[in-house]
Each structure stands twice: as C-alpha cells, then as structure tokens.
C-alpha cells in the first residue's frame, strides 16, 4: 500500500509518500517546506497563506521525488490535529481535494501519535517505545497502555521548543532558536541555577524562562545562560521521561519533535536509558521535525486496521489530543 | 551491610538492610550521569531532606508512612521500616467494584489528612502506595513540598486523577470515590480545590 501524507499543524507543510512492506515504513519521499516569520513568532494565517502557497508543488514535488505516478497512491492523509486551525485548514483542504480528484480514501490522523508511529515503522526493534515528544507547542511523555497512547506527563504551562524560542527572542535571536542556543550552550562554562519543576511525571517551564531573563538582564553571559537552560530543562525532561519508563514498565525509549534534533538531549536520554539497561532510539533529523511521511504511515495503520472516514469526516480538530485516539492498530 | 535490591526506580533503589536489629528498607538515591553534578547533588539532597521531613511530619498528622529510622544526607539515603504490603497499582484492578470504592475513599481521606496541614506528595500515583493491615501507606514523598496554595493542592491531585486514567483507565470512577473520601475529611473548601482540578485540566493542552 502507498499512501500520501500531508502535514499542516503549525510552522510546517510537508507531503510524504510511504509505502508499506511487511509492517514496517518505507519512505518513499519527504519534502518539507518551513515558515519562517520575518520577526516574532509564528502568525496562524500568515503560515496557513504560506502553506496554501506551496502545497500544490510540494504534492506533486513528493510524488516524483517518490519515483510513483499519482495513480499508485492508493490512500491521502492528512493532519487532523492538533494544531493551529488556519494551518490545519489548508492542509485539510488540500488532502479533500486530492482524494475527490484521484478517487482514494481519505484518513484525518493526530500528530502526536504520528511522530511515536514514525518510530516504530522505521526503526528495527523500536517496538512498544515511551516517547519523548519535545517540539514548540508539544512537551508530552506518550506510551502504549490498555488500548490507547497515554500521556504519562506533558508540560503544564509552555511547550519546551517555545521556551526556547521565548528566551531566544528575548536575546535578540531568529526562529527557530533551539539551534542557536545549542550552539551558545557549547561555550557556557559556569551553571547558573534555575528553578527545576517536576510534578510527578509533568513538567513546567515558565520559571525558568522567567529566572533566564533576570540573568540576561542582569548582563550574566549568554553562553552560560543557554548552558544553564538546557542543561536544567532537559535533565528535567530525561527525568519525567525515566518516571514514565519505571512507572509503565517499558525498556524502550524514543525521541520526537523538533527539539529532538538538539545533541545534548539526546546524550542525556541516551545515557539514561543504558544506565537502566533500556534502548535508545531517535529517527532521522526530517522524521522527528513535523513531516508528511509521518501522518502517511500513521494514515496506513489505521487503514490497514480497518478505518475507514468519509469526506464528509474528514474534519479538523485543533484541540485531538493524542489519548483521544482508539488505537486499534495495536493489540 | 549486605544488600539485597527489591525495586529499582528512576530515581532511587529501595535496598533490604538490617538497621539495629531490624529488618529494613533503604531508598538510596541514586547518581545521575546525564545530569552535571551541580544539577545532581542539588537535587539529590534536597529531595532526601524534604522527603524525610514531610514523612515524619505526615506521621503526626495520622498518614500511614513507614518509621524513619536514619537520614544520610550526602549519600541521599533513607533508611525507613518495611512494609510487607501490596502496592495499590497492583491490586486496584483486581478488587470488587465495593471493595475498590472503599479503598479508593480511604485513599482520598489520607490526601485529606496531609492536606489539612499543607503537606503536598507531589506525586501521588498508586504505586507509591501500600495496603497493609487494611491500611494506606504512603511512600516516596521525594517530589513533595509544604504549601497552604489550593493550587498546589489541585495538582497534587491531578496528579493522582492522570495515574488512575493511564493505570486504571476501565474503573473510570476511582478518582470520583477518592474525591469522595477527600471531601469527607478536607477541613477547608474541598470544593474550590476541586475546582482548582478542572481548572488545571483545562489548562492542559487542547483541553
């Protein structure tokens, strides 16, 4: 089966075409187009203007990049949410009008779920992971329990990625930050101390953008301020990420979201994960951002599981939150 | 002093130790390589002293929680009775349905009585509590804190409503029972912290 998918949340539009072979995910294709605000931070009808812009090309970029003719797709998908309505919109919008016009079925999938699926059809022996889903509006600890993803801990107030946009901003840098601040961080030498939150297996980090700023005010180096904020906020998120592994009796940990791509994330969940003897996995850089190829292969497993939604269906829902999801794919 | 392992968690190992004749359990925390020392230590102690204070505190209010017998601050390790009981999470699923509604009651009278004199668990999940002797134990107090805040208060138990939901998802009414006992035995407006809860779950994302 090969099915195209189109993602549309936020910052984001991207087409994937992938193609199902013996339960795993090949992709086939994955172009990815970024929105990128001149200055500020991401306006919902100016990315859904820029999503509306480009979304034509890029379907038809991906199906040759997929060396496929659109008579092989045999499903669409689409991001269904959660997300920024204009964005969804459009993505929707195009997804309806490429299902009427090839005449194949349609599936609205959720996003969050989409970036664990990604994991387990691509990676070897990625099988029942905890994720870690780390991006601008999504902080959420996910994993499989008694029919559905459970969100074992999320963030209670701003999403870790937007934490990191906000401070960068404060500091005078583009979006997307995170990068930047990475690369500040490799030269911070003396921490500063920052509140570190955890309740329970949730997490909350308005705090500590709060204490960074004072320091920034108070003229503290940039570099030391950036070490400091990722060095509290991820050990605070490997942390939540452990809770949640003990708490649900699971060896396998994988990484999600755009902050995923950040190395010293990585290290520490990494570390953790071989000091309590589990697996550690993280997909390539273009399946961890918001992709296409993603909401295809989550678009296939429920197809595959007997799903089936009409156009009539095929709505948005800005607030789908992952537990919402009957995951019938999986037993 | 031999020990014997019986439980690894994330952040610590509960070891069987004899301490002055006694058979007990130790909760050592345990080192965390992924975070920088600074990070480590801070949290390490902190969480070890604010642990042991909040349990014996508790135990005066009348919250079932193991004796504390000694205190190691620099090495962060508790060494506390032990309980030869069932952990909740391990039992809840497998009661009748008037069986669990009792226990679950019991459960939020016990919030109740810590919340009464401020003492938040901080992670109030059914695993970090043991039935023995048809009583509520409550263990690992090592993210909890005193505040007199109903917020605090709420998210303590929201805390307690998402571990049912994961855990415990087909008895969906065990938060209503546990609330149910929390009421009865909250001295102050246990309406308005139940308030406070719905409020945090509309907080949440895309609620």
Redesign the interface.
């Known amino acids: 089966m090969i099915c195209l998918g189109i993602e549309g949340t936020a910052h984001t539009i991207s087409v994937g075409v992938v193609k199902e072979a013996k339960e795993k995910c090949k992709v086939l294709s994955n172009v990815i187009k970024i929105y990128r605000p001149k200055q500020g931070g991401i306006h919902p009808r100016e990315a859904a203007n820029h999503h509306a812009e480009f979304v034509a090309d890029l379907i038809r970029e991906s199906v040759n990049k997929a060396n496929i003719d659109f008579e092989d797709i045999d499903l669409i998908s689409f991001s269904k949410?959660?997300g920024l309505g204009p964005c969804l919109r459009t993505a929707a919008t195009a997804a309806r009008a490429l299902s009427l016009t090839l005449n194949k079925p349609i599936m609205g999938v959720n996003h969050c779920v989409a970036h664990l699926e990604i994991g387990r059809g691509t990676i070897d022996n990625c099988k029942d992971p905890v994720l870690l889903y780390t991006s601008g509006?999504?902080t959420?600890v996910i994993g499989f329990?008694?029919?559905?993803y459970?969100?074992?801990?999320?963030?209670?107030d701003i999403g870790i990625g937007n934490c990191l946009d906000k401070f960068g901003r404060i500091i005078g840098l583009d979006f997307p930050c995170g990068p930047k601040i990475e690369e500040l961080a490799k030269n911070g030498k003396n921490?500063l101390?920052l509140p570190?939150s955890?309740?329970?297996?949730?997490i909350a980090f308005s705090g500590l953008l709060t204490a960074a700023e004072q320091y920034y005010k108070n003229g503290e180096k940039l570099e030391d301020i950036s070490y400091s904020i990722q060095?509290?906020s991820f050990?605070a998120l490997?942390?939540v990420t452990?809770?949640a592994?003990?708490?649900s009796e699971k060896d396998e940990v994988l990484l999600g979201g755009g902050v995923a791509a950040n190395k010293r994330l990585q290290?520490?969940?990494n570390?953790?994960a071989s000091?309590?003897g589990a697996r550690f996995f993280v997909p390539s850089r273009d399946l961890c951002i918001d992709n296409g190829a993603m909401i295809a292969w989550l678009g296939v497993l429920m197809y595959n599981s007997g799903i089936r939604m009409d156009i009539e269906e095929s709505t948005i829902d800005?607030?789908?939150?992952t537990?919402m999801v009957d995951v019938s794919w999986r037993g | 002093m031999a020990k014997t392992i019986i439980y690894?968690?994330?952040?610590a190992e509960i070891c069987l130790a004899h301490y002055m004749g006694h058979q007990v359990v130790q909760k050592r925390r345990i080192r965390?390589?992924?975070?920088?020392k600074?990070?480590d230590s801070?949290?390490i102690s902190y969480r070890t002293r604010e642990e042991a204070k909040l349990m014996t505190e508790a135990r005066l209010y009348g919250v079932s929680v193991p004796i504390i017998y000694d205190v190691d601050l620099g090495n962060g390790v508790i060494t506390m009775e032990y309980l030869k009981g069932k952990r909740i999470k391990d039992i809840l699923n497998n009661l009748s349905e008037k069986e669990r509604k009792r226990i679950c009651k019991k459960i939020g009278e016990s919030i109740a009585k810590f919340h009464n004199n401020d003492i938040i668990h901080?992670?109030?999940?059914t695993?970090n509590m043991i039935l023995l002797n048809d009583r509520v134990h409550f263990i690992d107090f090592g993210?909890g804190e005193k505040s007199s805040e109903m917020e605090t208060k709420g998210?303590?138990l929201h805390?307690l409503m998402?571990?049912l939901?994961?855990?415990h998802?087909?008895y969906a009414n065990c938060f209503d029972y546990v609330l149910e006992g929390y009421k009865k035995e909250f001295k102050g407006s246990a309406k308005s912290v139940i308030n406070k809860i719905e409020e945090?779950v509309k907080?949440?994302?895309?609620?």
């Open positions: 949410g959660p509006a999504n959420q329990a008694e029919g559905r459970r969100v074992f801990g999320e963030t209670l921490y101390e570190y955890i309740k329970g297996m949730d060095e509290t050990a490997t942390e452990e809770r592994m003990a708490h290290d520490m969940v570390t953790m000091e309590r800005q607030r789908f939150r537990d | 690894r968690g994330a952040e965390k390589s992924y975070r920088i600074n990070i801070r949290l901080g992670d109030i999940t695993s993210l998210v303590d805390v998402e571990a939901e994961s855990t998802s087909k945090i907080r949440g994302r895309y609620r």
